[in-house]
């Protein structure tokens, strides 16, 4: 079973359905993804799943536990970074940790050591005693994040956590989330910026008014309005290499949809397959072409996202 299970997650706000049976499964040491533009249902499905908000139908398994039942089991299995900053103004960043910290139990010395580790893992060990009000929109985003992590959480999640930062910052974020999760923790991520998306996530779900639109790596995604990919390849033939019958041999190989070059630059239209372009490139060393450069196009998320649901992703 999957370490966490949402099945036909249904939430109404009133009248409005904000999460319309939803089903996304994501496995233990995973970062999973989750997009979707402004009023998808995002924030309100890590409300759910972190037991801030109650939901009317469906069933929530995380960690083998179910969340009608065990809420106060998975609270403690939980650390939230909110979308909309959580932290005390006239607390300094080490005494807003420790607040945060201390709700899951830890106490004394253990508390602050695990605070101002959370505080150096951020990059904001030098400023312990600056308070939120001093600190600029990227530290405090920094801050809220130690504050979510600082309990050694084994399910972290995650609501927008770059937003507004500058991209030194984001960077910083980034790498650290996967810190997280070579040390073992499971991360669901949401964000409105694609490229994030494809670097940090092994598996992304795509929702759309409450409802899931697709959810898969990057790659299935994407084969989802396009099976086709473009290889480009800048070659040095070899003295008196003859390009044709080397094309015509590119254009028998399975898969390849279309071959052409022009000035040492081949153009390979192929299937996206796991393995296609370690073919492709197996075929130009076979020759003995030097390989110069290689890039190869395939949509992104944002054309794919506009594809399945017609619209922008903002
Ligand atoms: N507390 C609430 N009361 C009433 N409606 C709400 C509440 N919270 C969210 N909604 C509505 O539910 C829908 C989903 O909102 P949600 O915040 O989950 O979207 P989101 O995907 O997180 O969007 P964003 O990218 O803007 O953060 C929206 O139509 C929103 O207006
Ligand atoms: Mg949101």
Redesign the pocket.
């Known amino acids: 079973m999957a370490f966490v299970e949402i099945k036909n997650l249904t939430k109404y706000?009133g009248e409005?359905c904000?999460v319309d049976h939803l089903n996304i499964s994501v496995e233990e040491g995973e970062i999973f993804g989750l997009i979707?533009?402004?009023?998808?249902?995002?924030?309100?499905t890590l409300h759910v799943i972190t037991t801030l908000t109650d939901f009317d139908k469906g069933e929530v398994i995380i960690d083998g536990l179910d969340l009608r039942k065990d809420k106060v089991k998975i609270k403690q299995l939980i650390g939230m970074v909110p979308?909309d900053i959580a932290v005390y103004d006239h607390l300094t960043a080490l005494e807003n940790v420790k607040f945060f910290a201390s709700l899951y139990g830890l106490r004394g010395k253990e508390l602050t050591k695990a605070s101002k580790e959370a505080l150096d893992f951020v990059g904001l060990s030098d400023r312990l005693s600056l308070k939120p009000k001093h600190m600029s929109g990227g530290m405090k985003r920094r801050l809220n994040i130690a504050c979510g992590i600082a309990h050694g959480p084994k399910f972290i999640v995650m609501d927008?956590p770059t937003v507004g930062v500058d991209a030194q910052s984001r960077e910083h974020i980034l790498n650290s989330i996967q810190i997280l999760r070579e040390r073992g923790a499971t991360v669901i991520y949401t964000s409105?910026y694609m490229n994030e998306v494809e670097i940090i996530c092994n598996r992304i779900a795509i929702i759309d008014k409450g409802k899931l639109v697709a959810s898969g790596t990057k790659h299935q995604l994407v084969s989802l309005v396009t099976d086709v990919q473009s290889v480009y390849i800048h070659a040095k033939l070899p003295m008196g290499f003859l390009a044709e019958d080397f094309m015509k041999r590119l254009r028998n190989m399975p898969d390849v949809k279309a071959v052409s070059m022009k000035d040492y630059m081949f153009r390979i239209d192929i299937i996206m397959k796991e393995n296609g372009i370690s073919r492709i490139v197996e075929q130009f060393i076979q020759q003995g072409i030097s390989i110069i450069s290689i890039k190869s196009e395939e949509p992104d998320l944002d054309t794919m996202f506009l594809t399945l649901t017609g619209h922008d992703l903002r």
Do not use: D, M, R
């Not at 979707?36 to 309100?44: D, E, F, I, M």
């Open positions: 706000y409005l904000a979707g533009p402004n009023g998808a249902g995002k924030s309100t979308q927008e409105h």
